[in-house]
């Protein structure tokens, strides 16, 4: 059965500080792994990551993949209030079509 | 402007009356799905469509319909909604060339 496992499920931090997301996929025929933000409503995409070792990078928001060991990190550098959201992580499989499997996702609060 | 459109945006019904969700795009995207998000769940796939006429099921199909009659369009029916149907519904759209889901702004749904 296709999983993806995010951890932790919820963090709280301090404006300025580091954190780092956590999810690890097993997903048929995987194809890439992808992060979204979710603040109110809608997900919104971050990142798309299909080679393992390569960072991609947007601000203060990092990302990379280890396909050998199946999971990725997402990091976010001098967090600020507003990096408050819900983090998902999806893997994108194909079964005939596309497929994306989402983990739990992580609640990430960001105290002033 | 590149969207996902969704309506009703919130919707509280009774047990046992069929409903539509409409969901229409306008990326000429091939693929389209349904999700609903749950605490503790994340999103989990209900149906997705790889083209015009081609729907199959999701993760969690039970108690919905869909239909693809157009390439924009993407329907959720609730033939007979249940209280276990209340939920957080997001529409996705997507491409080969652009395999990131691009969602609608949800689907607040309340069955009493």
């Known amino acids: 059965e296709d999983k993806v496992v995010q951890s932790p499920l919820s963090l709280v931090v301090h404006e300025g500080d580091t954190v780092t997301l956590n999810c690890s996929y097993e997903?048929?025929?995987?194809?890439?792994l992808l992060w979204y933000k979710q603040e109110k409503k809608a997900p919104t995409f971050l990142f798309m990551l299909?080679?393992?070792?390569i960072e991609k990078k947007s601000g203060r928001l990092s990302s990379i993949l280890d396909k050998k060991e199946l999971f990725s990190i997402l990091n976010i550098t001098a967090t600020q209030t507003g990096d408050s959201a819900i983090y998902l992580c999806?893997?994108?499989?194909?079964?005939?079509?596309?497929?994306?499997?989402f983990g739990q996702g992580t609640r990430l609060t960001i105290n002033p | 402007e590149a969207q996902v459109t969704q309506n009703p945006r919130y919707l509280i019904t009774v047990t046992g009356k069929k409903l539509t969700v409409t969901c229409s795009q306008n990326?000429?995207?091939?693929?389209m799905s349904w999700y609903r998000q749950d605490p503790g769940l994340g999103l989990r796939q209900i149906y997705y469509?790889?083209?015009?006429?081609?729907?199959d099921k999701g993760d969690v199909p039970e108690g919905y319909k869909v239909s693809r009659k157009e390439k924009r369009n993407f329907p959720l029916i609730l033939e007979s909604p249940s209280p276990n149907q209340t939920s957080l519904y997001f529409c996705?759209?997507?491409?080969?060339?652009?395999?990131?889901?691009?969602f609608g702004q949800g689907t607040r749904l309340t069955v009493v």
């Open positions: 996705a759209s997507s491409s080969t060339t652009r395999p990131e889901a691009f």
């Open positions: 997903v048929t025929n995987f194809r890439s």
């Open positions: 299909t080679s393992s070792g």
């Open positions: 999806a893997a994108r499989g194909f079964q005939g079509a596309q497929k994306l499997v």
């Open positions: 990326m000429n995207h091939e693929y």
């Open positions: 469509s790889m083209n015009v006429e081609v729907t």
